[in-house]
């Protein structure tokens, strides 16, 4: 049997997961009225029944997402919206809390968060024999590592394709909650990664002044879909919860020509998930909407610098560099290229990022709302790209339709109109109506077909027309467009009728997790998710950060990115630097806030902790 591989798209809204799937998500995530790790994209149980309704017509699954963490007085909510939620028809939730396995669940698939820090490949295997479904990998992982898990258990693996990037191992992020009671573990991340610090080393110098150290490039592995593929994903989610319609659309549309063309090249092994053909009217591209420069992170190990550092925004496309400054315009290299109304953005002398708004571009050159002193050879970017998010925008700007055949044949008392889709539904309608010749005689197949061929704004095409009649049959115009018109409602309703849901009744199991003392880092909050790990056989749990969090000495943060690496003094990649060692512990300090760096170089990996935290500075693993 073939494999299906999914795209994953991500729905703010309702309207944007309809958007979603028009461009071609296999799949679309959203937010729930609560629970959700995004507080700013919570959705009515009614849109996301709509949504199911609408992608259940193309086979795309729904998967709602109740990824925080969960406090004891509110299991019994959570509960009654699990509920809710299988009822409308949901396929999946994405939870991180292993508490919601211990409640009175509907046989809905559950699958395990990113927030769940899913690296290790036994930890992986529990999940998946305390009967997870799916595992949502996380974004550290290099194709080895996912080959590893991909051995050590057949669950289904999602991963992450592009957008942007969490500093932090996913649920192990507790800068928010350090520094300002806002738990991005439950939905309410302050985003400290993206604020400007300044880099202090052991001896109290500031190496760096004012940078945002901690900010890093978006992600993108589109192009490693087949090796991604072949190391065991299924699922490749897209990044962006919070994002626009623009953003989705763009994204969903350019990975569906990326997998369409591996599935077509792979056909024999590999089908797609979901049911129809879009169709564009627009370029896409992964730089014509908000990102901040790109990287493959860890996929292929590391190889490259990933800080975004100038800024956390956009920054969008490379235009080109300034070639000079002209009276109140600026002449750029590739300026046809720029429309009035654009955003572009440049980085200043102070090595931070500015933005000027494109009032008039003519022949290549630009006349700028403010003309900032910009030196030649600067890289310009476009951010804002004004004509493309107006043709993105437009509702039909990506239309996707199932493709059907139809057959008009005449039965005793009349003529009977039948519709194939594409998966194999048949929908009949029949009308009761006199055989009459035409008066000249001739066939008017040709009429019909034109006829039966307007779907309009249906989700159907109809590709292949068959007029199978013993004589030249008069039917006026009227009639054959109403039996097109019932045929397909009829067809949207028997393909919901259709749908297959797979679901998965939950039982308590008692494997053992093959960890036996869990630290705060597992983010145990309530008393099920306790009862949940003793029940495995774990016998110390600390609570989670946010019921224990004493100011000033805890490790905040834990993370695959590393300053020394960005400045070129790792101890592994650049020895012939070594020479000029930095002085330790590094400090971030942003106003009156200060963390210390840590880092552990045998699993390369850094550490964030506050400011009065006590470590010893490790010494030259790789001496």
């Not at 007085?73 to 919601?100: F, H, P, S």
């Not at 992450?160 to 992020?173: E, H, K, Q, Y």
């Not at 790109?294 to 920054?315: A, C, L, M």
């Not at 805890?554 to 630097?577: A, D, G």
Request: charge should be negative; hydrophobic fraction near 35%.
């Amino acid at each position: 049997m073939k494999k299906k591989i999914e795209i994953l798209a991500p729905a703010k809204d309702l309207i944007t997961g309809i958007a979603a799937i028009n461009a071609g998500a296999d799949a679309v995530y959203i937010g729930a009225p609560q629970f959700g790790a995004r507080s700013n994209a919570h959705n009515p149980i009614e849109d996301v029944a709509e949504l199911v309704k609408y992608a259940h017509l193309y086979n795309v699954q729904v998967f709602v997402v109740i990824n925080t963490i969960l406090y004891d007085n509110e299991l019994e909510t959570c509960r009654q919206l699990i509920w809710k939620l299988y009822e409308i028809g949901v396929d999946a939730l994405i939870i991180q809390d292993m508490g919601l396995l211990e409640l009175d669940l509907p046989p809905i698939a559950l699958h395990a968060s990113t927030q769940s820090n899913n690296r290790d490949p036994k930890k992986i295997k529990f999940l998946a024999d305390a009967g997870i479904q799916r595992v949502v990998l996380a974004r550290e992982l290099n194709l080895h590592q996912i080959k590893e898990i991909t051995e050590e258990t057949d669950v289904e693996l999602e991963f992450f394709v592009t957008g942007a990037l969490c500093v932090s191992f996913s649920g192990n992020c507790y800068m928010s909650v350090a520094n300002g009671e806002r738990s991005a573990n439950r939905g309410s991340c302050a985003q400290n990664c993206r604020l400007p610090y300044n880099l202090i080393d052991g001896n109290g110098d500031t190496l760096i002044k004012n940078s945002h150290l901690l900010s890093i490039k978006d992600f993108d592995v589109s192009n490693q879909i087949p090796e991604l593929v072949e190391a065991g994903i299924v699922s490749f989610k897209i990044e962006g919860r919070l994002k626009d319609v623009v953003y989705v659309k763009n994204n969903v549309s350019y990975l569906r020509k990326k997998l369409d063309a591996f599935l077509a090249e792979n056909s024999d092994k590999y089908s797609k998930a979901s049911s129809g053909t879009c169709t564009y009217s627009f370029e896409s591209a992964l730089d014509r909407t908000f990102n901040r420069g790109y990287t493959d992170y860890f996929v292929n190990e590391r190889h490259q610098s990933i800080g975004s550092w100038e800024s956390p925004k956009s920054k969008g496309q490379y235009i080109g560099k300034l070639i000079k400054t002209v009276g109140n315009s600026y002449v750029i290299e590739n300026g046809e290229m720029l429309n009035n109304g654009d955003g572009l953005c440049f980085i200043n002398a102070n090595n931070e990022a500015e933005g000027i708004y494109v009032n008039r571009a003519e022949n290549g050159i630009v006349y700028p709302n403010v003309l900032k002193e910009i030196a030649n050879g600067t890289e310009i970017y476009r951010n804002n790209d004004a004509a493309f998010i107006k043709l993105v925008e437009r509702e039909d700007s990506a239309v996707r339709k199932i493709s059907t055949k139809l057959v008009l044949k005449e039965i005793e008392n009349g003529f009977e109109l039948i519709a194939t889709d594409e998966d194999g539904n048949l929908s009949t309608v029949q009308l009761e109506h006199p055989k009459d010749q035409t008066k000249t005689g001739d066939s008017l197949a040709e009429n019909f077909k034109i006829n039966l061929a307007k779907t309009g704004f249906t989700p159907y095409t109809a590709d292949e027309i068959t007029i199978d009649f013993s004589e030249n049959w008069f039917l006026p115009i009227s009639k054959i467009n109403e039996m097109r018109r019932k045929v397909y409602e009829q067809l949207s309703e028997i393909r919901l009728a259709n749908y297959i849901r797979h679901e998965h009744q939950i039982e308590k199991t008692s494997h053992p997790y093959p960890e036996t003392h869990l630290d705060y880092m597992y983010n145990v909050s309530n008393k099920y998710a306790r009862a949940f790990y003793e029940r495995h056989g774990v016998a110390e749990i600390e609570q989670a950060f946010e019921l224990q969090w004493e100011p000033g000495k805890s490790r905040v943060m834990t993370t695959k990115y590393c300053i020394k690496y960005e400045l070129e003094r790792c101890p592994k990649y650049h020895r012939e630097n070594m020479d000029q060692k930095l002085a330790e512990p590094l400090v971030l300090k942003q106003g009156e806030v200060e963390y210390k760096l840590k880092f552990n170089c045998k699993p390369c990996e850094m550490e964030i902790w506050e400011k009065d935290a006590e470590f010893e500075i490790e010494e030259d693993y790789f001496h």
